[in-house]
């Protein structure tokens, strides 16, 4: 069964970079037939996709972030990457990582457990 | 690209059928037959319901089921259990950003 595992720091000061790994396994992030994907929560709110990433490198980005968000991804280590820059209090959120289909990027079927990602000085 | 507009919060007895609408535009929900709905327990992952508008994914018990009419996509669960109580996010392809999800519906199960 595929698994999805973030990690990265729980704590960004603001104006600084929140970084963070998503670490597939049981299943490729090679498959061409997958998309990869960032979503935050923030507490107490609904669900807001950042991005999604293709194992050739594609990627699609939330308009509202695109100008502070990187996504990557590194078929060797089987994992794909977050990198959020000027960072404010805001964007404190729960982040998950996930699988969307391709051809359906709406169809997400496997989730991370998430990880929580405080900014605070 | 705003998010889907869906109803805060609905609520229903058990065994009673409740449903949740998914309003967009042309653009994505009237335009495409790419919306799912997931539901989420609190600190839980969410978890994909409903994909293309109407197809259960294997395991998903056969009381939720999915509609769309014009830019409305709908989400009705039937004979409502206490196991259903959680949120539920719709989410639409859209052509001026690919993805986007609603707005999120709390649904109670008095």
């Known amino acids: 069964q595929l698994q999805l595992q973030e990690s990265g720091p729980g704590l960004v000061k603001p104006s600084e970079t929140l970084s963070l790994t998503c670490s597939v396994s049981s299943g490729s992030i090679s498959s061409t037939n997958y998309y990869w994907v960032w979503i935050r929560q923030p507490p107490g709110k609904g669900l807001e996709w950042i991005g999604t990433?293709?194992?050739?490198?594609?990627?699609y980005y939330n308009p509202s972030l695109k100008s502070r968000l990187t996504i990557s991804v590194d078929t060797s280590k089987n994992q794909f990457s977050l990198k959020l820059s000027s960072v404010t209090a805001a964007d404190t959120a729960l982040f998950f990582c996930a699988r969307q289909l391709y051809g359906d990027l709406t169809r997400i079927d496997y989730w991370g457990q998430g990880t929580l990602v405080t900014v605070s000085s | 690209q705003s998010a889907l507009t869906q109803p805060a919060s609905v609520s229903g007895s058990p065994g009673q059928s409740v449903t949740i609408s998914c309003s967009g535009t042309?653009?994505?929900?009237?335009?495409?037959?790419?919306v799912s709905w997931y539901q989420q327990h609190p600190g839980k992952a969410p978890k994909l319901m409903i994909y293309e508008v109407n197809n259960r994914p294997s395991g998903v018990s056969s009381r939720f089921s999915g509609s769309k009419s014009g830019n409305t996509a709908s989400l009705t669960i039937s004979g409502l259990q206490a196991e259903d109580e959680a949120d539920y996010y719709c989410s639409s392809y859209t052509s001026s950003t690919v993805f986007v999800f609603g707005t999120g519906t709390k649904v109670t199960v008095l």
């Open positions: 042309r653009s994505d929900v009237g335009g495409y037959n790419y």
């Open positions: 990433i293709y194992y050739g490198g594609t990627t």
